[in-house]
Protein backbone atom coordinates (compact mmCIF):
# COMPACT_ATOMS: atom_id res chain seq x y z
CA UNK A 1 0.00 0.00 0.00
CA UNK A 2 1.16 3.48 -0.97
CA UNK A 3 0.80 6.81 0.25
CA UNK A 4 -2.31 8.48 -1.34
CA UNK A 5 -2.34 12.67 -1.35
CA UNK A 6 -5.30 15.20 -2.90
CA UNK A 7 -6.11 18.64 -2.03
CA UNK A 8 -8.78 20.59 -2.13
CA UNK A 9 -9.82 24.17 -1.31
CA UNK A 10 -12.52 24.76 1.32
CA UNK A 11 -13.27 28.26 2.04
CA UNK A 12 -9.73 30.01 2.77
CA UNK A 13 -8.42 26.18 3.82
CA UNK A 14 -6.26 23.68 2.56
CA UNK A 15 -7.74 20.20 2.86
CA UNK A 16 -5.05 17.52 2.22
CA UNK A 17 -6.84 14.29 2.33
CA UNK A 18 -4.22 11.16 2.47
CA UNK A 19 -4.63 7.65 2.36
CA UNK A 20 -2.43 4.41 3.11
CA UNK A 21 0.85 4.42 4.92
CA UNK A 22 2.79 7.42 6.32
CA UNK A 23 6.22 5.48 6.85
CA UNK A 24 10.07 6.28 6.31
CA UNK A 25 9.35 5.40 2.75
CA UNK A 26 6.28 7.60 2.04
CA UNK A 27 6.48 10.51 4.56
CA UNK A 28 9.08 12.36 2.54
CA UNK A 29 6.26 12.78 -0.43
CA UNK A 30 3.87 14.33 2.21
CA UNK A 31 6.12 16.22 3.46
CA UNK A 32 7.00 17.74 -0.43
CA UNK A 33 3.27 18.47 -0.64
CA UNK A 34 2.97 20.36 2.40
CA UNK A 35 6.04 22.42 1.31
CA UNK A 36 4.43 22.92 -1.84
CA UNK A 37 0.95 24.27 -0.50
CA UNK A 38 3.26 26.75 1.95
CA UNK A 39 5.42 27.91 -0.72
CA UNK A 40 2.37 28.53 -2.74
CA UNK A 41 0.94 30.62 -0.09
CA UNK A 42 -1.60 28.09 1.18
CA UNK A 43 -0.89 28.97 5.10
CA UNK A 44 -4.03 27.46 6.56
CA UNK A 45 -4.41 23.30 6.23
CA UNK A 46 -6.49 20.96 7.70
CA UNK A 47 -5.08 17.12 7.36
CA UNK A 48 -7.55 14.63 6.68
CA UNK A 49 -5.95 11.78 8.20
CA UNK A 50 -9.06 9.78 8.02
CA UNK A 51 -7.71 7.14 4.74
CA UNK A 52 -4.54 6.66 6.66
CA UNK A 53 -3.93 2.98 8.14
CA UNK A 54 -0.65 3.14 9.53
CA UNK A 55 1.50 6.38 11.07
CA UNK A 56 5.21 6.53 12.70
CA UNK A 57 7.10 8.64 13.75
CA UNK A 58 8.44 9.72 10.45
CA UNK A 59 5.50 10.99 9.82
CA UNK A 60 4.63 12.66 13.08
CA UNK A 61 7.93 14.43 12.14
CA UNK A 62 6.75 15.84 8.87
CA UNK A 63 3.46 17.15 10.34
CA UNK A 64 5.33 19.06 13.10
CA UNK A 65 7.54 20.38 10.00
CA UNK A 66 4.40 21.41 8.23
CA UNK A 67 3.04 23.09 11.46
CA UNK A 68 6.65 24.95 12.33
CA UNK A 69 6.06 26.27 8.13
CA UNK A 70 2.53 27.40 8.13
CA UNK A 71 2.98 29.19 11.72
CA UNK A 72 5.63 30.77 10.18
CA UNK A 73 3.66 32.42 8.42
CA UNK A 74 1.10 33.33 10.96
CA UNK A 75 -0.74 30.00 9.71
CA UNK A 76 -2.95 27.00 11.27
CA UNK A 77 -2.20 23.13 10.64
CA UNK A 78 -5.70 20.66 11.51
CA UNK A 79 -5.76 17.36 11.56
CA UNK A 80 -8.98 15.13 11.23
CA UNK A 81 -8.82 11.87 12.61
CA UNK A 82 -11.10 9.31 14.79
CA UNK A 83 -8.97 6.12 14.30
CA UNK A 84 -8.20 5.03 17.60
CA UNK A 85 -4.87 3.61 16.36
CA UNK A 86 -3.87 6.42 14.84
CA UNK A 87 -4.63 8.70 17.80
CA UNK A 88 -2.77 6.47 20.36
CA UNK A 89 0.57 7.60 18.45
CA UNK A 90 -0.24 11.07 18.96
CA UNK A 91 -1.06 10.46 22.74
CA UNK A 92 2.09 8.33 23.31
CA UNK A 93 3.69 11.57 21.68
CA UNK A 94 2.83 14.17 23.66
CA UNK A 95 1.50 15.85 20.08
CA UNK A 96 -2.26 15.78 21.08
CA UNK A 97 -0.94 18.55 23.12
CA UNK A 98 0.58 20.25 19.98
CA UNK A 99 -2.10 19.80 17.08
CA UNK A 100 -5.46 20.52 16.83
CA UNK A 101 -7.56 17.19 16.06
CA UNK A 102 -10.63 17.37 15.15
CA UNK A 103 -13.35 14.98 14.47
CA UNK A 104 -14.32 15.84 11.14
CA UNK A 105 -13.16 18.35 8.10
CA UNK A 106 -16.74 19.98 8.61
CA UNK A 107 -15.73 20.54 12.04
CA UNK A 108 -11.61 21.78 10.87
CA UNK A 109 -12.77 24.28 8.55
CA UNK A 110 -14.64 26.82 10.47
CA UNK A 111 -12.29 26.27 13.70
CA UNK A 112 -10.31 28.94 14.96
CA UNK A 113 -9.44 28.46 18.44
CA UNK B 1 17.34 -20.00 16.39
CA UNK B 2 14.94 -17.44 15.81
CA UNK B 3 11.53 -18.47 15.07
CA UNK B 4 12.01 -16.53 11.63
CA UNK B 5 14.85 -14.40 10.44
CA UNK B 6 14.86 -11.57 8.31
CA UNK B 7 17.82 -9.47 6.36
CA UNK B 8 17.11 -6.41 4.80
CA UNK B 9 19.13 -3.92 2.81
CA UNK B 10 18.73 -0.72 4.62
CA UNK B 11 16.79 0.90 2.50
CA UNK B 12 13.48 2.85 3.31
CA UNK B 13 11.29 0.69 0.98
CA UNK B 14 11.80 -2.45 2.96
CA UNK B 15 10.83 -1.38 5.99
CA UNK B 16 6.88 -2.05 5.12
CA UNK B 17 7.93 -5.78 4.46
CA UNK B 18 9.59 -6.45 7.62
CA UNK B 19 6.17 -4.84 9.27
CA UNK B 20 4.75 -7.11 7.76
CA UNK B 21 6.24 -10.30 8.36
CA UNK B 22 6.55 -9.68 12.34
CA UNK B 23 3.24 -8.58 12.94
CA UNK B 24 2.11 -12.54 10.71
CA UNK B 25 4.71 -14.11 12.72
CA UNK B 26 3.48 -12.55 16.06
CA UNK B 27 -0.01 -13.05 15.39
CA UNK B 28 0.72 -17.17 14.47
CA UNK B 29 2.75 -17.11 17.90
CA UNK B 30 -0.23 -16.11 19.84
CA UNK B 31 0.44 -12.61 20.56
CA UNK B 32 -3.46 -10.72 21.41
CA UNK B 33 -5.05 -9.67 18.25
CA UNK B 34 -5.42 -6.23 20.07
CA UNK B 35 -1.61 -5.52 20.62
CA UNK B 36 -1.03 -6.27 16.70
CA UNK B 37 -1.46 -2.79 15.70
CA UNK B 38 1.72 -2.03 18.73
CA UNK B 39 3.90 -5.01 17.15
CA UNK B 40 3.69 -3.78 13.96
CA UNK B 41 4.67 0.13 14.88
CA UNK B 42 7.05 -1.09 17.41
CA UNK B 43 9.03 -2.99 14.93
CA UNK B 44 8.42 -0.11 12.12
CA UNK B 45 10.05 2.36 14.14
CA UNK B 46 13.18 -0.14 15.46
CA UNK B 47 13.91 -1.02 11.76
CA UNK B 48 14.05 2.65 10.12
CA UNK B 49 16.06 3.59 13.25
CA UNK B 50 18.03 1.10 11.81
CA UNK B 51 18.15 2.29 8.61
CA UNK B 52 18.76 5.80 9.31
CA UNK B 53 21.43 4.86 11.52
CA UNK B 54 23.22 2.55 8.61
CA UNK B 55 22.64 4.97 5.95
CA UNK B 56 23.78 8.01 7.91
CA UNK B 57 26.76 5.55 8.79
CA UNK B 58 27.49 4.43 4.93
CA UNK B 59 27.27 1.14 6.16
CA UNK B 60 26.33 -1.73 3.76
CA UNK B 61 25.60 -3.91 5.91
CA UNK B 62 22.14 -5.70 6.13
CA UNK B 63 19.50 -4.83 8.92
CA UNK B 64 18.75 -7.63 10.74
CA UNK B 65 15.15 -8.59 12.22
CA UNK B 66 15.05 -11.73 14.25
CA UNK B 67 11.46 -12.79 15.29
CA UNK B 68 11.66 -15.10 18.43
CA UNK B 69 8.63 -17.67 19.54
CA UNK B 70 9.19 -18.72 23.01
CA UNK B 71 7.02 -20.20 25.77
CA UNK B 72 3.95 -17.72 27.07
CA UNK B 73 6.43 -15.04 24.83
CA UNK B 74 7.08 -13.53 21.72
CA UNK B 75 10.42 -11.47 20.97
CA UNK B 76 11.53 -8.98 18.28
CA UNK B 77 15.22 -8.10 17.78
CA UNK B 78 16.36 -5.42 15.60
CA UNK B 79 20.03 -5.22 15.06
CA UNK B 80 22.15 -2.80 13.35
CA UNK B 81 25.90 -2.70 12.70
CA UNK B 82 26.40 0.94 13.28
CA UNK B 83 28.92 1.41 15.86
CA UNK B 84 28.31 3.68 18.58
CA UNK B 85 31.03 6.72 19.07
CA UNK B 86 31.74 6.92 23.06
CA UNK B 87 29.62 9.72 24.35
CA UNK B 88 30.82 13.62 24.27
CA UNK B 89 31.72 13.07 20.61
CA UNK B 90 28.08 14.21 19.55
CA UNK B 91 28.27 17.94 21.57
CA UNK B 92 24.58 19.03 22.06
CA UNK B 93 24.00 22.32 21.17
CA UNK B 94 26.41 22.60 18.82
CA UNK B 95 25.96 24.02 15.28
CA UNK B 96 22.51 23.43 13.72
CA UNK B 97 19.56 21.33 14.82
CA UNK B 98 20.98 17.76 14.78
CA UNK B 99 17.48 16.45 12.55
CA UNK B 100 18.33 12.73 12.42
CA UNK B 101 19.05 12.87 16.51
CA UNK B 102 15.62 14.28 16.71
CA UNK B 103 14.23 12.03 14.90
CA UNK B 104 15.96 8.94 16.24
CA UNK B 105 14.66 9.85 19.93
CA UNK B 106 11.11 10.51 18.52
CA UNK B 107 11.59 6.62 17.09
CA UNK B 108 12.91 5.41 20.74
CA UNK B 109 9.98 7.33 22.44
CA UNK B 110 7.43 5.75 20.55
CA UNK B 111 9.01 2.39 21.24
CA UNK B 112 8.93 2.76 24.75
CA UNK B 113 5.71 4.22 24.99
CA UNK B 114 4.34 1.23 23.03
CA UNK B 115 6.29 -1.86 24.27
CA UNK B 116 6.24 -2.48 28.48
CA UNK B 117 9.18 -5.00 28.25
CA UNK B 118 12.17 -3.20 25.77
CA UNK B 119 16.08 -3.27 26.14
CA UNK B 120 18.24 -1.37 23.94
CA UNK B 121 21.73 -1.88 24.13
CA UNK B 122 24.32 -0.68 21.41
CA UNK B 123 28.35 -0.95 21.26
CA UNK B 124 30.80 -0.85 19.49
CA UNK B 125 29.90 -3.26 16.95
CA UNK B 126 26.00 -2.05 16.34
CA UNK B 127 23.17 -2.01 18.23
CA UNK B 128 20.21 -4.00 19.20
CA UNK B 129 16.36 -2.97 20.20
CA UNK B 130 15.09 -6.63 21.79
CA UNK B 131 11.15 -5.82 22.62
CA UNK B 132 9.00 -8.71 24.07
CA UNK B 133 5.67 -9.23 24.14
CA UNK B 134 3.03 -12.13 26.02
CA UNK B 135 1.40 -14.73 24.35
CA UNK B 136 -1.69 -16.93 24.81
CA UNK B 137 -1.03 -20.51 23.43
CA UNK B 138 -4.04 -20.85 21.13
CA UNK B 139 -6.74 -22.94 22.89
CA UNK B 140 -6.51 -26.97 21.79
CA UNK B 141 -8.90 -28.55 20.02
CA UNK B 142 -8.81 -31.86 21.75
CA UNK B 143 -8.17 -32.15 25.42
Known amino acids: MDLSLSTRTVGDRTVVEVGGEIDVYTAPKLREQLVELVNDGNFHLVVDMEGVDFLDSTGLGVLVGGLKRVRAHEGSLRLVCNQERILKIFRITGLTKVFPIHTSVDEAVPATD | ?143
Open chain 2, 1 to 143: MATVELRFSALPEHVRTARLVAAAVARRSGVDEAVLDEVRLAVGEACTRAVGLHQSGGITAPVKVSLIEEEKQFSIEVGDEAPRIAPGDRVPGSGGIDVDAEEDEMGLAVISGLVDDVEVTAGEHGGLIRMTWPTTPPATALG
